[in-house]
């Protein structure tokens, strides 16, 4: 099982960015899917996660910014990151649970100007 993550990069405050995060070699479909993210010099955080029923989580520091998603037939989740920060910077992993974790290697995202 790999899981990709895509969509990171450069924009400025108040800017938007979808990460998205592929998964190969599944035949199951994943409980839980999310995303964390690590700031330097800081330990990794939870963003957000959604269950497979839809039911989703977030950090109190992105919510009413950030909206987890997840296509169940492509056992992929989505996050559409709004009215970005400069906090906001940092190198977001996703991760997906069946039995055991799995984490996908991080996107950077850098809110600049």
């Known amino acids: 099982v790999q899981l990709q993550a895509s969509g990171g990069g450069l924009v400025q405050p108040g800017g938007s960015l979808r990460l998205s995060c592929a998964a190969s070699?599944?035949?199951?479909?994943?409980?839980?899917m999310g995303w964390c993210r690590q700031a330097p010099g800081k330990q990794r955080e939870l963003v957000a996660s959604?269950?497979?029923?839809?039911?989703?989580n977030y950090a109190d520091s992105v919510k009413g910014r950030f909206t987890i998603s997840r296509d169940n037939a492509k056992n992929t989740p989505y996050l559409q990151m709004n009215s970005l920060k400069p906090e906001d910077t940092a190198v977001y992993y996703c991760?997906?649970?069946?039995?055991?974790?799995?984490w996908g290697q991080g996107t950077q995202v850098t809110v600049s100007s």
């Open positions: 991760y997906a649970t069946y039995v055991r974790e799995y």
């Open positions: 070699g599944v035949i199951f479909s994943f409980n839980v």
């Open positions: 959604i269950t497979s029923g839809g039911r989703t």
